[in-house]
């Protein structure tokens, strides 16, 4: 006998939609689509992608993809929410390679069409929490990252995995400033690169990533802050040692390594617990923080034992 067992994050009554209501407005997005952007700034046209629908996140109230294609955080491009729709229109993310290193018996360079075509992509619906607290949920559309880098086969050195952003300040403008010390980088315990949600995300909404999202692959990873979801991602390394990443090195008294989303542990400047929804009125309340972005179920035990407030 066949049961679907509810995942621990599936969710809570405050957030559900009906799935009648979401299929209905997927369909009166892709109608009024074409009106829309028309009515905003003409987005680059994405092409469909061919995917598998799965239960995560099924019911979730998705955030409209005008709100998570426009209001962004991508430094390369500007540091403003609409910089980067704005100024993202001349990056061409393909054709692109990424190139993987370290521990592992397959290194080499790979071509995005080959990393991206042996593997099936899925949708899943996934709540995302901007460091400053604002957050939505998106249908992104990859491949986890676990199968991904099955194919590397890291060796027993790898402890962790090291990522970096395309460096090209003809096309990434803040990169010939000093705001963040370029490429852009990112890192996870190999844990936590090999647990299930993580995802290695090509598309949202059905179709290819717009630039200003990360085109042509960023990392999903929905338990911890938005800023360990790097986009443009040209190399994977497998290391042995804890690597540095952009926002630790540019201020670590604020951004730590670990970066999971936790009520209960401030950000220096202001409080974690509560956020708010992109597309809630201004009149709706602030939406409690849920502690691990509501994956707790699936992933406190990564780091059961860890203190908190030091391991930030
Ligand atoms: N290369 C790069 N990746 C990045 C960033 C960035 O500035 N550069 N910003 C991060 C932050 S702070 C957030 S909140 C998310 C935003 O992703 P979105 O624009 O798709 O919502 O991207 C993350 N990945
Ligand atoms: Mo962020």
Redesign the pocket.
């Known amino acids: 006998m066949l049961i679907r067992h509810a995942r621990p994050s599936d969710p809570r009554p405050s957030e559900l939609t009906s799935r009648a209501l979401y299929m209905d407005r997927r369909r009166f997005i892709a109608a009024s689509g074409a009106s829309l952007a028309a009515a905003a700034l003409p987005l680059p046209a994405s092409a469909a992608l061919d995917f598998e629908t799965t239960s995560h996140g099924r019911g979730l109230e998705v955030s409209d993809r005008e709100d ?1 294609t426009r ?6 491009f500007a540091l403003d929410k609409d910089g ?1 729709a704005e100024k993202s229109g001349d990056f061409k993310p393909l054709p692109w390679t990424v190139r993987v290193g370290g521990a592992c018996h397959k290194p080499g360079v790979h071509d995005y069409e080959d990393l991206i075509r042996t593997h099936r992509l899925e949708e899943r619906i996934y709540r ?1 929490r ?3 607290a604002w957050s ?1 949920v ?1 249908p992104w559309i990859g491949v986890p990252l676990a199968d991904m880098i099955a194919r590397f086969e890291p060796t027993g050195a790898a402890k962790y995995v090291a990522f970096r ?1 395309l460096y090209d300040p003809e096309v990434m403008p803040m990169q010939r400033s000093g705001v ?1 010390d370029w ?2 980088r ?1 890192g996870l315990r190999m844990d936590e690169a090999l647990h299930p949600l993580t995802l290695m995300v090509v598309g949202m909404y059905g179709e290819e990533l717009p630039n ?3 085109a042509p692959l ?1 990392l999903i990873v929905p338990w911890k ?8 991602i040209v190399s994977i390394d497998f290391v042995e040692d804890m690597p540095q990443t ?2 630790s090195m540019s201020n670590p008294r604020e951004y730590g390594f670990y970066a999971n989303v936790d009520p209960e542990v401030d950000h220096p400047r202001w409080s974690q617990a509560r956020e708010r929804r992109l597309g809630d009125g201004l009149f709706t309340a602030k939406r409690d923080t849920l502690y691990l972005n509501g994956y707790a179920d699936e992933v406190a035990h990564l780091y059961a034992g860890m203190d908190r407030m030091k391991l930030f």
């Open positions: 998570a209001y962004n955080n991508f430094y390369e980067p995302f901007c460091v400053e939505m998106v952003t963040l490429p852009y990112e200003q999202n990360g960023r802050y938005g800023f360990k979801s790097i986009k443009s952009t926002w």
